[in-house]
């Protein structure tokens, strides 16, 4: 069975439990999980009864070709309600079919509803949320080892273009040199807009990297991450320029320490919001807790930014498969600010950091 198949079929366990008899797809990355295609108009139809993919003429032959010969692939127009609709009652008539409510706006929700109400009235449209993307938290060798080579590359494209040093260049200027690095080294692109953030832009945790030229002597944020088989990674460091002022070196001491105690503290069984706080409580012990506002972190698959979140109101319990970063930071207004970010697998008896750039040590950055 191909991990589509396996993916799909435990989706359908899922859905049983659930008492579905179908789930129409509609959010690219889970379109993407289940079946293989790529492309920015798809929908995805499965339950016990069959599956199908909906696409336009735009991607007939890419998807064919992607998703292979176990799912129907429909061809439609450029709006595909109507073979939606035709899918739906031929796989799931007068059944109870979910929609992914988090994923659909209201008025495609409707639309899609009235659609398949009207040719079978005894069709129910339940609003589904999550149910893939719970699938989609565990990680297998294959994602993983995808995960590990867009982490691979970030570390090589960063070395690269600190090698040739950053100080006396603007921030957009090394923010573009990454971007060409990442390409260069086999990236599919980068997986978010890359941050580069010097001196008081630091403070902002998503700083958008402009004109300003790197100095001496300060704190440089660089955060950046790249996409391999369509998978995301996502690694923070924090580069000093020379000597820096007592508050940058102390807040640089803290995020160490509490990034340090996170690390070591990653293993199945764990909350997300006690992983969280360990990092959490260094910080504030330090007097800092109030310059750390965003969560500990944040799961990475498909998507830059998915389950689970690792904050304080992460209710998910850590489990082998899980891909997770570790980022806590300290921002101080008009100063400067501080975010070391690792991407760590979750191990049957702990973690495997996945990010290996080197992190410049607390007495490297006191001068
Ligand atoms: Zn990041
Ligand atoms: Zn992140």
Redesign the pocket.
């Known amino acids: 069975m191909s991990s589509y198949a396996e993916r799909r079929a435990r989706l359908v366990a899922a859905l049983d439990t659930a008492e579905l008899d179908a789930l129409i797809i509609t959010h690219p990355p889970n379109v993407r999980y289940l079946t293989g295609y790529i492309g920015s108009n798809g929908i995805g139809v499965i339950g016990r009864n069959g599956e199908r993919l909906l696409t336009d003429s735009r991607y007939a032959v890419s998807a064919r070709h992607q998703v292979g010969d176990d799912v129907e692939v429909v061809i439609g127009p450029g709006d595909l309600t109507a073979v939606l609709a035709g899918a739906v009652v031929a796989l799931a008539p007068g059944g109870r079919v979910g929609l992914e409510a988090a994923h659909t706006s209201m008025l495609r929700g409707a639309q899609i509803a009235a659609s398949l109400t009207a040719r079978d009235p005894a069709i129910q449209v339940i609003s589904d949320v999550g149910r893939v993307e719970a699938l989609r938290l565990i990680k297998d060798d294959d994602e993983i080892a995808s995960i590990a080579r867009a982490a691979g590359m970030v570390d090589a494209a960063l070395a690269s273009v600190l090698a040739a040093g950053i100080v006396g260049r603007p921030e957009r200027d090394v923010a573009f040199g990454l971007c060409t690095e990442l390409f260069q080294l086999g990236a599919e692109g980068s997986s978010?807009e890359i941050?580069v953030a010097a001196g008081p832009n630091g403070a902002k945790p998503h700083a958008v990297p402009g004109e300003r030229v790197i100095a001496d002597g300060e704190l440089v944020v660089i955060?950046?991450?790249a996409i391999a088989d369509g998978y995301c990674s996502?690694?923070?460091r924090t580069v000093p320029t020379g000597p820096l002022p007592d508050a940058l070196t102390r807040a640089y001491a803290v995020v160490a320490q509490a990034q340090a105690a996170a690390l070591a503290a990653v293993r199945p069984g764990i909350t997300c919001a006690a992983l969280d706080a360990v990092a959490r409580d260094v910080i504030t012990a330090a007097g800092l807790g109030e310059a750390f506002g965003h969560g500990l972190g944040h799961g990475v698959g498909l998507e830059?930014h998915e389950a689970p979140r690792v904050s304080r109101e992460g209710t998910e319990t850590l489990r082998p498969g899980m891909v997770v970063?570790i980022?806590p930071g300290i921002y101080l207004e008009g100063v400067g600010g501080v975010?070391i970010?690792d991407l760590v697998v979750v191990t049957e008896d702990g973690a495997r950091v996945l990010s290996h750039s080197p992190k410049p040590s607390v007495s490297s950055i006191t001068g």
């Open positions: 978010f941050i955060d950046l991450g996502d690694m923070t830059i970063t980022e975010r970010e």
